[in-house]
């Protein structure tokens, strides 16, 4: 499975932005996609993760009401629409898949078990 991100770039604090992650090499609504973020000297975070099946989605609270998650299976691609961008999204923001067993938020919380990942890009948030 190959992930590829982009989207990244530089934004002053209030903009947004947002992050496409393209698939190829497997069935894509058979994943989970989950975007994560890590941030200098910080340990990796889970940001949000959608479901292959049914399209749930689950949210970092510090995220919430911010960003938006999205998929087209159509076009093995997923999205990340971010607002109101603030200094500490200041981040390199990777896609992430793990094919769906059903499991839902615990796939969300569980940041060390995505299988396959994309290279990460990087988000700057000027103040």
């Known amino acids: 499975v190959q992930l590829q991100a982009s989207g990244g770039g530089l934004v002053q604090a209030g903009g947004s932005l947002r992050l496409s992650c393209v698939v190829s090499?497997?069935?894509?609504?058979?994943?989970?996609i989950g975007w994560l973020r890590q941030a200098p000297g910080k340990e990796r975070e889970g940001v949000s993760s959608i479901e292959g099946v049914g399209n749930r989605t689950y949210y970092a609270d510090f995220v919430k009401g911010r960003f938006t998650i999205s998929r087209d299976n159509d076009k093995n691609t997923a999205y990340l629409q971010m607002n109101s961008l603030q200094p500490d999204d200041t981040a390199t923001y990777y896609c992430?898949?793990?094919?769906?067993?059903?499991?839902?938020?615990?796939?969300?919380?569980?940041?060390?078990?995505?299988?396959?990942w994309g290279k990460g890009t990087l988000v700057t948030v000027s103040s």
């Open positions: 992430a898949t793990r094919l769906d067993y059903g499991l839902g938020y615990a796939y969300f919380v569980d940041v060390g078990g995505w299988n396959n």
């Open positions: 090499g497997s069935t894509f609504r058979d994943h989970v």
